[in-house]
Nanobody, 127 residues
Framework: QVQLAESGGGLVQPGDSLRLSCAAS????????MAWIRRAPGEERLFLAA????????YYADSVKGRFTISRDDAKNTVSLQLNNLKPDDTAVYFC????????????????????WGHGTQVTVSS
């Protein structure tokens, strides 16, 4: 069982940056993939980025590559998402999600493939 808790969201202006954190707990996380997925009002969930606990391999949606950065801290069981140059369209609830590692990394890009979820943290970008 994996428990996830997001933090770091808030109200910012366009162009600002935020760093979201996801605290993960479980008996072992070495075989898990952690992801950040967001849901904007009236829209479907959007995969942002993922990272493996073991090895630190990263996976990014093309739409956020170069602007968002995912990282992990194994010692603290924490996964972070650095959000730079935020835009109003980035306004959404940002979720931390997890699933076991797969032989096929293609599924990491699909929000429906994750079976553990946090409650989300709100990011609002407005002037």
């Amino acid at each position: 069982q994996v428990q996830l808790a997001e933090s770091g969201g808030g109200l910012v202006q366009p162009g600002d940056s935020l760093r979201l954190s996801c605290a993960a707990s479980g008996r072992t996380l070495s075989n898990y993939v952690m992801a950040w997925i967001r849901r904007a009002p009236g829209e479907e969930r959007l995969f942002l980025a993922a990272i493996t606990w073991s090895g630190g391999s990263t996976y990014y949606a093309d739409s956020v590559k170069g602007r968002f950065t995912i990282s992990r801290d194994d010692a603290k069981n924490t996964v972070s998402l650095q959000l730079n140059n935020l835009k109003p369209d980035d306004t959404a609830v940002y979720f931390c999600a997890a699933r076991g590692k797969s032989y096929s990394s293609s599924i990491y890009y699909k929000p429906e493939e994750y079976n553990y979820w946090g409650h989300g943290t709100q990011v609002t970008v407005s002037s």
